[in-house]
């Protein structure tokens, strides 16, 4: 079945939509003193700060610097390094072989490309455009996962490292594995406190940590799954299941841990991009590198109903906790969509009826202070369905709304607030804390341009 979503069409479309909030969350609410104080430009196992400081120390001895790079960052790194105009003085030589490499790098895969379209691999640009975490290459924060049973969270840094913390402040725990390169995505299994899976350029770590409070990597297992270039994984409400997605591959691969096999959701264009499973576990939602998306029901034998927008592709999508709503943005409209599933019951038998509206206009306003709204980058919603937060990939302020879902089936959306960041900081990934024993209220994480993680608990707004 296919169904064309044509924006600025009336599916159910509300009169008027939703506008953008123009008020400012201050600083005066009150954050438990177990929430970890995390800031990723501060710690010294920043691997930009630590190559920076081992430059300085080298200063014109270019070779150990270069090997230095190509050590932590790779080839390509070490050769962009060696083509600098700092290492052309230095040593013209060292420089003139390295861009000579370049040129023949770059013809070799304009070659490729052109031969063999159909196999043409991402670089790390073009996998940027597909990740939910704006400015993802160069960000301090690449990524932020809650732990969906318990207070534990997980932040990736642009250095490659995975820092754990839990509810003692002052402490935190690394992760870190050669095959853990360009973080793309993180995901906690559920219903079980030592397991996360890790999406980057090669495939998908997945780290089994020991039940200790303080750990390190040498007391933790990582397994390694073949799936090159992941910009998504999401696992399943049970956590038996592991859905992977990559830009390089058509297919979807559900990956069944414990016996360590895999199966595959078999299409065969365009690539996938993006992957949300509903809460209630019923339907798998897959954005692709186009304008296709796809909702795969898998009480139905894992069956796809396929989905066209006009322009752009999806963005960043979430459900609703009833799993009855499906929000998402796409990378060209300033508006938000709603895909409405509804089961109605006719003669003792049930259909699923869908609808698309659009819930909120993006556009960009100011208060003479702040900009916010534009071309959106991030949706979260809260897992008590109440507060949707909203980041956009040109203004530097979060919208935040307030949820209303009644008699299951009818959405409301209202204005409610926006955060601005500390100076010129901007956010670049958020997610809302999962349910806990320690927290009963809904709490926005916030990761900022400069490398700080804020946490704002929404309540009595």
């Known amino acids: 079945m296919s169904s064309i979503l044509i924006p600025g069409a009336n599916y159910g479309r509300p009169n008027p939509l939703c506008s953008l909030p123009n008020s400012e969350i201050r600083d005066n609410y009150y954050v438990p003193k177990y929430y970890p104080e995390i800031n990723l430009s501060c710690d010294d196992l920043s691997t930009s700060n630590a190559l920076s400081s081992y430059i300085n120390t080298w200063g014109s001895i270019l070779m150990p610097v270069i090997f230095r790079t190509y050590f932590e960052h790779g080839f390509e790194a070490a050769l962009n390094e060696a083509r600098t105009e700092e290492s052309a003085a230095l040593s013209p030589t060292i420089s003139r072989v390295a861009n000579f490499i370049f040129m023949i790098m770059e013809f070799m895969r304009c070659l490729k490309s052109k031969l063999f379209t159909f196999r043409k691999q991402p670089n790390t640009s073009s996998v940027a455009n597909y990740i939910e975490t704006r400015d993802w290459l160069k960000t301090y924060i690449r990524f932020i996962a809650w732990h969906p049973n318990c207070f534990k969270i997980a932040v990736a840094g642009m250095d490659d490292f995975i820092r754990i913390y839990n509810d003692e402040a002052s402490t935190f725990s690394l992760l870190k594995n050669e095959s853990q390169k360009l973080i793309t995505c ?39 799954l073949k799936h090159y270039s992941v910009t998504s994984i999401q696992w399943s409400v049970d956590g038996n299941i592991l859905a992977t997605a990559s830009i390089r591959d058509t297919n979807i691969l559900l990956w069944h841990v414990d016996s360590m096999r895999n199966t595959a959701l078999k299409r065969i264009w365009p690539a996938c991009s993006l992957l949300k499973w509903s809460p209630d576990g019923s339907r798998l939602f897959s954005a692709t590198v186009n304008n296709v998306f796809r909702i795969w029901y898998i009480e139905n034998k894992w069956q796809p109903e396929r989905w066209t927008i006009q322009n752009g592709y999806i963005q960043s999508a979430c459900w609703s906790p009833c799993s009855n709503f499906l929000l998402f943005i796409t990378s060209e409209d300033k508006v938000l969509y709603c895909l409405h599933f509804a089961e109605e019951v006719v003669f003792k038998s049930s259909s699923i009826q869908k609808w698309i509206s659009l819930l909120a206009d993006l556009t960009e306003i100011s208060d003479g202070i702040h900009e916010l709204g534009g071309r959106p980058q991030t949706l979260a919603w809260d897992p008590k369905g109440l507060y949707l937060a909203i980041t956009f990939r040109d203004t530097d302020c979060i919208a935040i709304f307030s949820t209303c879902i009644w008699d299951k089936y009818n959405l409301s959306l209202s204005p409610l607030k926006y955060i601005s960041g500390v100076e010129n900081e901007y956010p670049t990934c958020l997610c809302f804390e999962g349910k806990n024993y320690k927290n009963s209220n809904s709490v926005l994480t916030i990761g900022w341009s400069s490398g700080r993680v804020q946490f704002v608990p929404l309540i009595d707004m």
Do not use: D
Request: glycine letters at 6%.
């Open 186 to 224: 993180m995901a906690w299994r559920p219903y079980s406190a030592a397991e996360l899976a890790v999406g980057c350029q090669k495939g998908i770590c997945l780290w089994t940590i020991k039940n200790k409070k303080h750990f390190t990597c040498s007391q933790s297992q990582m397994l390694f």
